[in-house]
């Protein structure tokens, strides 16, 4: 992409991203009326997600806020589940971090990590890599989260010094219940060890409540600078990964910007979707059990549409509604 270009797609997804938080004209989420009508809402929603999720056969998390309009459902929201590679939100965001800081550049080179061949006895705590390709760190943030490149992402994360890095910036944002304890490369390697369904492995985990707060530090301008919030949200709305998950549960051409996750027996879709008046909605789904993908896949579109309906619905009378976008 020519820097011209690029800048261009810059400018389109700060105007898509930031006009929520610019054109509010209503009090703050927390302090508007009609907590009983939003109540009364969120549970009606709770209800009909929590049907569908009774469905499956292993552990499953789903956290929803309206960012503009307040209202939230959790269902097993304090629960950790594993991240797979939803962390590379997580991971981009701090490499960003560190542009605003000036100790990083968006167009400063670095090699992918690739995984070296390991005996079985000869296996440490951390995968072994060897340097990769290299390419500029916008390019590798591309790769990590629109097409999931694992490579690309454990390039990302020695270049920001490391996954205490990354647990350094979460915690500075605030955001506590969510962590990263492996490389992607070292990730991958263990994948199948542990049973998500019997067995609560809080390594490299989150609960659903940990990556909405994420979700909403980023959306909110909380975490990154408003350039920085364009660059991840615009990345994230070209995730490649997932079309049957959250992506499948939308009406054709809603605004979206997402991860997903995948590993033995776990299946993970997170992100933020634009409401039809311009309200965002963020949304954590977390599923492990013996289906199979596809049948997660299933319920994860079935959620998210139950989400997306019911919070389309404006949460106050209509004259205290946020302005239209």
């Not at 700060?14 to 508007?32: D, K």
């Amino acid at each position: 992409m020519t820097s011209g270009r690029m800048r261009m797609s810059q400018w389109i997804a700060a105007a898509l991203w930031c006009a929520a938080s610019l054109l509010l004209v209503a009090a703050p989420a927390e302090a508007r009326p009609g907590s009983s009508l939003q109540s009364a809402r969120d549970a009606a929603i709770e209800q009909q997600v929590s049907s569908i999720v009774a469905q499956g056969r292993g552990r499953i998390g789903v956290a929803a806020v309206d960012l503009d309009g307040g209202g939230e459902i959790m269902i097993n929201g304090d629960m950790p589940f594993p991240m797979a590679s939803t962390a590379k939100i997580a991971v981009a965001a701090t490499y960003l971090s560190g542009v605003e800081q000036g100790r990083l550049r968006l167009d400063q080179p670095f090699p992918m990590m690739v995984p070296v061949a390991e005996s079985a006895d000869a296996r440490g705590a951390v995968a072994a890599v060897r340097p990769g390709m290299v390419m500029a760190a916008q390019s590798l943030m591309e790769l990590s989260i629109t097409r999931s490149d694992n490579h690309a992402t454990d390039g990302l994360i020695a270049a920001v010094g490391g996954i205490g890095a990354v647990n350094a910036w979460l915690s500075r944002i605030g955001v506590t219940g969510q962590h990263l304890d492996h490389t992607m490369a070292t990730l991958v390697r263990d994948d199948g060890r542990v049973n998500p369904v019997t067995t609560i492995d809080t390594r490299t985990s989150s609960s659903p409540r940990a990556m909405v707060s994420l979700l909403a530090a980023i959306d909110r301008g909380n975490a990154l600078s408003p350039e920085s919030r364009a660059v991840l949200l615009d990345t994230m709305t070209r995730t490649s990964t997932g079309r049957n998950r959250i992506r499948s549960g939308l009406p054709e051409g809603v605004v979206f910007a997402h991860k997903t996750g995948t590993l033995a027996g776990v299946t993970d879709d997170v992100g933020i979707v634009r409401l039809p008046d311009g309200r965002h909605l963020a949304i954590a789904i977390f599923v492990t059990g013996p289906e199979g993908h596809s049948t997660h896949a299933g319920m994860i579109a079935q959620i998210a549409r139950v989400l997306y309906d019911g919070y389309s619905q404006s949460p106050l009378p209509s004259g205290l509604e946020t302005a239209r976008r």
